[in-house]
């Protein structure tokens, strides 16, 4: 069963949203400082890292790896507007794959996470020890207390705001600009050119080596997926504001992360072979070739930022814990808030318990969570990676077979779906069903939307769009080989993530199996690939008690034939409360009704094994209609008392049957 996101955004819906939340929806530049705030993090530990494997290749991986970085931020970008309602990986592999691989997707992120709060505040403190040396020997101790520090203020209510990752964000990037100066001030331009070929004096470079290097340097761009749980606090168009965002990431990113780590390690060979000075070469090169206000400024920026990305992790793994709990694969106490500050208390201790106990373990060696941290992250992108390359191919499919349907206000907005949309107010090649029954006719769209509707088919299967395609399969192929590589090479990882995600999918097979004795099963919502020749539409409602019955019969009808279950919901988004960053804000995972009855679906659906879909949509007029155009079903089942609300479909005869929780009817049509 495939699942594909089927995420709505009218304009009117957009500016709605941006007026009742103010100045609360982040631009280009917040959601750049967000992103850099987290990468950019990374350069402070990772040159230590890498030279401890590598010697003086560190900076040329590293330089290496940005190539396919830049790959990913444009795949990253369409995450973004193609999922609005955020959640990253989690999002993305559950709607483009399996809701199980979703499932995995979380996993991976949350092993991400624990090790990204970890290191980022061992760093953090390790830094700071540059002007307290004092703490130095009781680093482990004191960066135990920071984060039991931060899981007290995230309890609190006190979390993260895009304001304060642009303050840091700066004065980081400025401080990563200063200490480039200084040295370039220092040498000559032909000095620094003389230290590309000393990368590589005394090395001797094998496939297999190159192939380990470029796998390990990742690291050094962990925190990429931070835009993706971004989107339901981004302003609109989300195209645009990722897409720039992400460019000014890359430019960034590209000037300061490869040329520090060339400098910090080839100009500081003793410091960058110290276990401790090792993870401090970034503020001990602005004291070498600067001075000692330079040193010290990068050095309480540095453990500043690292500190600030600790509590972004945090932040980020309970978010991840609720998002899993809501789709009903963790137990539901993840969910529950504290009366005393509404905050989720279980989750928030989770995201903080876990990398402390990973700290203690690790006995403080910054080395070794390094050398922890690939599995997570390169799963994770792989992941996201082989949902989006499945949505693109589908979205050509369905515009190749002239089935694929868009919404004129997504269009415009550009907030394009994963695949098929099925709420999309016509279809593209504009064929319908005339009200006598009998032939086919052409609908008479209004020019705009038939003009938008051809624009973007022949978007779809533009030269572009064909280049970005196998781009983005390039991209996944190369962060494949990366994550393969890793868990080969990296055995530790291998097995502490492998348990990590194991013991997650445990916990969510578990709960799978209880809430499946209960009589329901947990469902993803999905969209479809196209029209569905001889499926049948079930049509569920909010307070129908005919909903078992509609149900019920529609499976008794399948005959084999694919039934897309529609859920019309009379919820409406709690007005004026703006979303949370990295929250993930789909109406769907709060309304326990249709969770419930499509749980219910799900369990009878298994038993008959017919192949099924599930579209969650909010009431609106001719919303059946639209999804009914779309999938082109034989057998439309509603309750019978609701058939007349739904004339507009324009059915050839109408059937009615009575069963034993009530009346139904069959609104059936040859195409």
Not at 235 to 244: D, E, H, L, S
Not at 641 to 665: C, H, M, W
Request: glycine share 8%; charged share 15%.
């Amino acid at each position: 069963m495939t699942q594909e996101a089927a995420a709505q955004e009218t304009p009117g819906q957009a500016q709605g949203d941006e007026h009742s939340h103010g100045g609360s929806l982040l631009g280009p530049i917040l959601c750049w400082a967000v992103v850099f705030a987290d990468i950019g993090t990374s350069v402070y530990y990772v040159p230590g890292i890498l030279y401890g494997n590598f010697g003086t290749l560190a900076g040329f991986f590293v330089l290496l790896t940005m190539s396919v970085f830049v790959l990913l931020t444009l795949k990253y970008a369409e995450v973004t507007h193609r999922f609005p309602q955020g959640g990253g990986v989690v999002t993305v592999a559950a709607q483009a794959i399996n809701h199980w691989v979703g499932a995995l997707g979380g996993m991976f992120i949350l092993v991400d996470y624990f090790l990204t709060a970890a290191i980022s505040c061992l760093s953090g403190v390790i830094y700071f020890s540059v002007v307290v040396p004092a703490i130095g020997p009781i680093f482990l101790e004191v960066t135990i207390g920071i984060l039991i520090l931060l899981g007290i203020l995230n309890w609190i209510g006190i979390s993260e705001s895009a304001k304060v990752s642009l303050v840091g964000a700066v004065i980081a990037f400025v401080s990563d600009l200063a200490i480039l100066f200084t040295v370039f001030t220092h040498i000559s331009f032909a000095e620094f050119l003389s230290l590309f070929p000393a990368m590589f004096v005394h090395q001797k470079i094998t496939p297999v080596y190159l192939l380990t290097g470029f796998a390990a340097s990742f690291l050094a761009f962990s925190g990429l997926e931070s835009i993706s749980q971004l989107s339901p606090v981004m302003k609109t168009p989300r195209k645009k504001v990722a897409g720039m965002a992400l460019l000014l990431v890359v430019l960034t990113i590209g000037i300061t992360s490869p040329l520090l780590t060339i400098l910090s390690t080839l100009l500081q060979p003793h410091e960058a072979t110290d276990p401790v000075l090792s993870n401090q070469l970034i503020s001990l090169l602005g004291g070498h070739w600067g001075n000692v206000f330079l040193q010290t400024e990068m050095a309480i920026s540095a453990s500043a930022l690292l500190v600030f990305a600790s509590n972004t992790a945090i932040i980020g793994s309970y978010h991840v814990f609720m998002a899993l709990g809501r789709m009903e694969f963790f137990p539901a106490f993840v969910l529950q808030r504290n009366k005393l500050r509404g905050t989720p208390h279980y989750s928030i201790a989770l995201a903080t318990g876990i990398p402390i106990a990973i700290l203690i373990v690790a006995r403080g060696s910054l080395d070794l969570l390094g050398n922890l941290y690939a599995f997570g992250l390169l799963g994770a992108f792989t992941l996201t990676c082989l949902g989006l390359d499945l949505v693109r191919y589908r979205e050509r499919k369905a515009a190749r077979a002239k089935a694929y349907t868009l919404p004129a206000e997504q269009q415009e907005n550009g907030n394009l779906p994963p695949g098929t949309v099925l709420d999309a107010p016509f279809v593209i090649n504009n064929e319908r069903v005339l009200s006598n029954g009998g032939t086919r006719g052409r609908v008479s769209l209004p020019g705009k939307s038939e003009v938008a509707a051809t624009a973007r088919r022949s978007e779809v299967l533009s030269l572009w769009s064909t280049i970005n395609l196998y781009l983005g399969i390039l991209t996944t192929a190369l962060v494949v080989l990366a994550w393969s590589t890793n868990l080969v090479s990296k055995h530790l990882a291998t097995e502490f993530g492998g348990a990590v995600v194991t013991t997650g999918m445990a916990v969510a097979y578990l709960n799978y199996r209880y809430t499946k004795r209960k009589g329901r099963v947990p469902v993803m919502i999905t969209g479809v690939e196209g029209r569905l020749p001889g499926s049948v539409l079930a049509v569920l409602t909010s307070g129908n008690g005919r909903n078992d019955s509609v149900i019920r019969t529609a499976i008794n009808n399948a005959h084999g034939h694919p039934i897309v279950f529609l859920y019309l919901s009379e919820n409406k988004a709690k007005a004026g409360r703006a979303p949370t960053m990295f929250e993930v804000v789909d109406p769907y995972l709060d309304d326990q009704q249709a969770k419930d009855y499509f749980g219910k679906a799900e369990n009878l659906a298994q038993k008959a094994k017919v192949p099924r879909r599930y579209v969650y949509r909010q009431q609106e007029p001719d919303v059946v209609a639209r999804v009914w155009q779309a999938v082109h079903p034989h057998d439309t089942v509603v309750a019978a008392e609701n058939a007349s609300q739904f004339e507009d479909i324009n059915p050839d005869r109408i059937r009615y049957e009575l069963t034993s929780k009530g009346k139904v009817a069959h609104m059936l049509k040859q195409w």
